[in-house]
């Protein structure tokens, strides 16, 4: 399992040192958290910011983009090379178009989709994603319940992937009690703001869910 901290939930106020501590031998990616005030409520920070973010980090960054034009958006982030850059399916009339430009910078193109939206939404677009972002809240803040029937969702998400080569990443909150069933349903990523920014540091959060993650599952 790869862990990916939403840094949302981190003290925006001193990233320098939260990003400090984070070692890159243990944490899989840093998760951006773009929010633009349309698609939903909360504008959190943009390409600006994340810029800096990177230049005090060598993890890679899984930017995940909650924003309601994607075709405007997706092209700024292209300089900073993260690993992934995802878009939700919700927001655009042209998927395929969103991911074969991405796919050409050569990052890793990934769809996210709400819970109130059904999986089979993303059937036209699997020959041309590598990920998909499963949202197990309703995007817009950190610290929420986790929606149950996520686990379903990730389910159908992986019959409908079948051997396509497609990491399937689940998103809000997650952690050591629910990791387990995300995993045993076929999530191979996930995003820990709360979890991972809550009580002992940010490298053993990680670790925890990586070990719970392994363990025998409820689901
Ligand atoms: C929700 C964001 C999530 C969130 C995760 O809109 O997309 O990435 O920051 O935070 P937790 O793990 O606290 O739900
Ligand atoms: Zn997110």
């Known amino acids: 399992m790869q862990i990916s901290p939403s840094i949302l939930a981190a003290d925006m106020t001193d990233l320098k040192a939260v990003l400090g501590q984070m070692d890159p031998a243990v944490v899989d990616f840093i998760h951006l958290d773009v929010m633009d005030g349309h698609f939903v409520p909360a504008i959190s920070f943009g390409e600006v910011y994340s810029g800096l973010i990177q230049k005090?980090?060598?993890?890679?960054?899984?930017?995940?983009?909650m924003v309601s034009r994607p075709d405007l958006q997706v092209p700024r982030y292209f300089d900073l090379k993260p690993a992934n850059i995802?878009?939700?399916?919700?927001?655009?009339?042209?998927?395929?178009?969103?991911?074969?430009?991405?796919?050409?910078?050569?990052?890793?193109?990934g769809v996210a989709?709400?819970?109130?939206?059904?999986?089979?939404?993303?059937?036209?677009?699997?020959?041309e994603i590598d990920l998909v972002l499963v949202m197990s809240v309703e995007p817009g803040f950190y610290g929420q319940a986790f929606i149950e029937t996520t686990y379903q969702r990730v389910?159908?998400?992986?019959?409908?992937?079948?051997?396509?080569?497609?990491?399937?990443?689940?998103?809000?909150?997650?952690?050591?009690?629910?990791?387990?069933?995300l995993a045993s349903s076929g999530v191979r990523?996930?995003?820990?703001?709360?979890?991972?920014?809550?009580?002992?540091?940010?490298?053993?959060?990680?670790?925890?869910?990586?070990?719970?993650?392994?363990a025998p599952a409820g689901h």
């Open 56 to 65: 005090h980090t060598s993890i890679p960054l899984d930017v995940h983009l």
């Open 86 to 109: 995802t878009f939700h399916i919700e927001a655009t009339d042209f998927p395929i178009r969103m991911a074969q430009l991405i796919r050409a910078q050569g990052i890793r193109a």
């Open 113 to 127: 989709i709400n819970p109130g939206t059904p999986i089979s939404a993303l059937e036209p677009v699997l020959h």
């Open 155 to 181: 389910q159908t998400l992986r019959d409908l992937i079948g051997e396509r080569n497609i990491v399937i990443e689940a998103d809000g909150g997650i952690n050591a009690g629910n990791i387990g069933g």
């Open 189 to 214: 990523m996930v995003v820990a703001g709360s979890y991972c920014f809550q009580g002992d540091g940010v490298n053993e959060r990680v670790q925890t869910l990586k070990s719970a993650a392994g």
